[in-house]
């Protein structure tokens, strides 16, 4: 089989990393791919949002199937591109993909199906939205409706805090169009946690429990972030918790993809608060979790590909996903300066110093001859499996310090419940 994955990042070098391990794979091709794709399948200049090209590739390769990394290609309409040309792809379609691609629709579809949330306004007017700020205490969260580069979430701790906010959003376009429609929610006090599920036919299949470290400094401080840590499982999901979430989440949101005819085969990544008030949905996300695919491929002990053909054909079981008992802790080196600003094309070194078992996803890295350079604000997850949470977590410690490049910085604290 030839398989593309679309995507540039570590959650794709993950993927391609499980994908080769399948003894059914020929061929991986990934569009753009990295520094360390590069090192397990072939690259292609071809940039996520390039579909024409991506079908134009997969037709020309016999590519058997694609499977999307990144969420921007999916809220374009990639699936029903590919589709329409007769092309096997997993992940949702467009109609589905406005699960994360826009926040009312995703707010509207979990009070339609009684799927618990924080309480919500919408508004379209900031003068309302001025006023609407009244109905809630603070802090409050104010996002703005499409994707944004995944910044489009704001918290406020004071009015005044929630006012620039608004003008930030709605006056200034700090989101252009995307930012037309904003959400005031209230602020969840809790523990949060990533549950990703593969979507088959309108079916929830669970897979392992996860959590992820959102905010860039230690301690959970500082600005939020893509992700720079992540472990699984998650302690907090047990099985009393599990039946929990498949009773009052899992169940609503199958029936509301049936009543909904959202129906895809992909992946459903749901984040959860765990409140005082019992699991609240924070969000959803049409595509895997990235850290989080660095900490659940790794335990993932079934082929892959088998389990993409079987969402697809609508015949997967749960008895098809199968997971090692280790657990699994990845920590994301950084640059300088993010979440904001930062510099790229800073030589790394060190990586040939890492221990055996030690697993190196690349998420922002590019090679220039024989040497790699920093190429995103995320460059590397190194991530470790081990019999317990501490043993996975001082394996990554021991070796993150042998990485070398200019501003490197990463958090000290993953892993710390």
């Known amino acids: 089989m030839k398989v593309l994955v679309v995507g540039s990042g570590g959650r794709e070098h993950a993927l391609c990393w499980k994908i080769v391990q399948s003894k059914r794979v020929s061929k991986v091709f990934c569009a753009p791919g990295n520094g360390g794709t590069e090192d397990i399948s072939e690259n292609i200049d071809i940039d996520v949002d390039e579909i024409d090209k991506l079908v134009d590739f997969a037709l020309k390769e016999s590519i058997d199937i694609t499977i999307v990394g990144p969420e921007g290609p999916l809220v374009k309409g990639i699936v029903d591109k590919f589709k329409a040309k007769g092309l096997r792809i997993f992940g949702a379609n467009k109609k589905a993909a406005q699960l994360e691609g826009s926040k009312v629709f995703a707010k509207k ?138 009773k009052g989440i899992l169940k609503n949101i199958e029936r509301g993809l049936e009543y909904e005819y959202l129906d895809y085969s992909g992946i459903l990544f749901i984040g959860l608060m765990f409140t005082q008030r019992g699991p609240k949905v924070l969000e959803f996300n049409c595509r895997f979790g990235d850290p989080e695919t660095e900490v659940l491929l790794p335990r993932l002990e079934r082929d892959i590909i088998d389990i993409f053909q079987k969402t697809i054909d609508g015949n997967l079981r749960e008895e098809d996903l199968r997971w090692s008992e280790k ?91």
Do not use: W
Request: with cysteine; aromatic share 10%.
């Open 109 to 246: 579809f979990m009070e339609k199906y009684n799927i618990p949330t924080a309480r919500y306004r919408v508004y379209r007017d900031i003068d309302e939205a001025t006023q609407g700020l009244e109905e809630f205490d603070y802090p409050v969260v104010i996002k703005a409706d499409g994707l944004c580069f995944g910044k489009g979430v704001i918290i406020c701790n004071t009015r005044e805090e929630g006012l620039a906010a608004l003008k930030h959003i709605m006056v200034d376009k700090a989101f252009g169009s995307q930012g037309n429609t904003i959400i005031i929610e209230e602020y969840l006090v809790g523990t949060e946690a990533s549950l990703l599920c593969f979507v088959s036919q309108g079916k929830l299949f669970p897979m392992e429990s996860a959590k992820d470290y959102k905010r860039i400094l230690d301690g959970d401080k500082g600005d939020n972030t893509g992700g720079v840590g992540c472990f699984s499982p998650n302690p907090l999901i047990d099985e009393d918790m599990k039946r929990i979430i498949q």
């Open 327 to 417: 657990h699994c802790v990845t920590v994301v080196a950084t640059s300088k300066g993010y979440p904001g600003r930062y510099e790229i094309g800073k030589e790394i070194q060190g990586l040939d110093n890492m221990d055996r078992d030690i697993i190196l996803f690349h998420n922002g890295t590019k090679r220039v001859g024989n040497r790699l350079y920093t190429n995103g604000g995320r460059v590397l997850s190194l991530t470790a499996l081990g019999d317990t949470l501490e043993d996975a977590r001082n394996k990554v410690y021991e070796n993150i310090n042998k990485i070398k490049f200019d501003g490197i910085y990463y958090r000290k604290d993953i892993g710390e419940i």
